[in-house]
């Protein structure tokens, strides 16, 4: 994994920062990363640049394996849209911004519906990229925060930043309930088995 993150002002031209590499696929890919083990060939890349305004990430993933991976992405689905381009969630003091499965909160007891993601494919071979803005005065958005009894807050005052990827490898558990709403986006349920079964890939902190 290449991080390069930006810090920048408006009307100012992006200054580079800091440049880090790692090896995807270790369980230390960052300080949230871990889970399933990805197959052998498989590269991310995160570009996080930060302005007055927004967080703006460009992540790119380029499968070099044998097998096709499943990654979460919040697009309407289901006449539904999401609140926004990525779920914002507390990480300790720091604040996780997050396209991936989340797991079934012990907090949360039942709900009438299982929260869903849309999910795209990249298969062998394959490569995609795709950029999210989050607002910079970061509210926070989790997709179990309607079963909470109250919503999910954020650090009052958040340290750092965290982008994390939720890339799946084939096979696909039939738990992860995929299947495509009448406008043909396909989209999955997040669970205990849809996190467990993902690996996440995860920046190191970027100061706010």
């Given amino acids: ?10 009307g100012v031209l992006c200054t580079l920062l800091v440049v880090a590499s790692a090896v995807l696929g270790q369980p230390t890919s960052g300080p949230l990363g871990g889970g399933a083990t990805l197959p052998a060939g498989v590269a991310f890349d995160a570009d996080v640049a ?25 697009v ?7 609140e926004g381009e990525a779920y914002v969630v507390a ?6 911004i997050a396209q991936r499965f989340f797991d079934w909160p012990d907090e949360v007891e039942e709900m009438a519906t299982p929260p869903s993601v849309g999910v795209l494919r990249v298969g062998p071979g394959a490569s995609d990229t795709r950029t999210i803005r989050v607002s ?8 179990f925060g309607g079963g909470f009894r109250g919503y ?21 558990s039939p738990a992860l309930g995929l299947e495509k709403d009448d406008n043909g986006v396909e989209f999955a349920r997040h669970g205990r088995i849809a996190y467990e079964q ?3 890939s995860c920046t190191e902190p970027v100061a706010l």
């Fill in 1 to 10: 994994m290449r991080l390069r993150v930006r810090v920048c002002t408006a």
């Fill in 136 to 143: 910079r005065s970061l509210a926070a958005y989790h997709p």
């Fill in 152 to 172: 999910p807050t954020l650090p009052s005052r958040p340290e750092d930043v965290v982008f994390c990827l939720g890339m799946t490898p084939e096979p696909y």
């Fill in 50 to 74: 930060i302005t007055d305004a927004d967080i703006a990430i460009t992540w790119r993933v380029v499968n070099g394996s044998s097998l096709e991976l499943l990654i979460p992405t919040l």
């Fill in 198 to 200: 993902q690996h996440r």
């Fill in 76 to 82: 309407s689905h289901k006449g539904v849209s999401p």
């Fill in 91 to 96: 990480a300790g003091r720091n604040v996780e």
